[in-house]
């Protein structure tokens, strides 16, 4: 049975004590490392949850991927289930990348991401982008 999230976070003991807890979660946490397969599959997550974006949107808004590596990774999310990849009939080709269900449901893993991000990414010295 799956916890809920709401559970998951008012679970002190969640790790401890329990090893048939222990293993279960760290099962289902590697399993969704491995559907999301890349650090890159984060970011374009996060670009996808802006709005549905063409290629050259999210290579422009990732700035350091390489064409390979965002090829790689769309592919990758498409092939699990993650987002969807839809073509318009348009001169030249319009291709647009969505997020599935599946996909909009990592929305909260990714912003609780952010938060812990920037709580504790940056040093206190150092200027914060948001």
Request: net charge neutral; proline share 3%.
């Amino acid at each position: 049975m799956v916890m809920s999230l709401e559970d998951f976070m008012h679970s002190k003991e969640i790790f401890v004590h329990n090893k048939e807890n222990e293993a279960a979660c760290l099962s289902s946490v590697n399993q969704a490392l491995q559907i999301l397969g890349s650090k890159w599959a984060f970011l374009v997550l996060a670009q996808l949850y802006i709005r549905p974006q063409r290629f050259n949107q999210m290579h422009r808004q990732l700035g350091g991927i390489s064409t390979k590596s965002l090829t790689d990774t769309l592919r990758h999310l498409e092939h699990n289930g993650i987002l969807k990849r839809s073509v318009f009939p348009t001169v030249p080709v319009t291709v647009e990348y969505s997020l599935t269900e599946k996909g909009q449901e990592f929305q909260t893993v990714i912003y609780s991401m952010y938060v812990w991000g920037h709580k504790w990414g940056k040093q206190e010295n150092e200027p914060s982008d948001c």
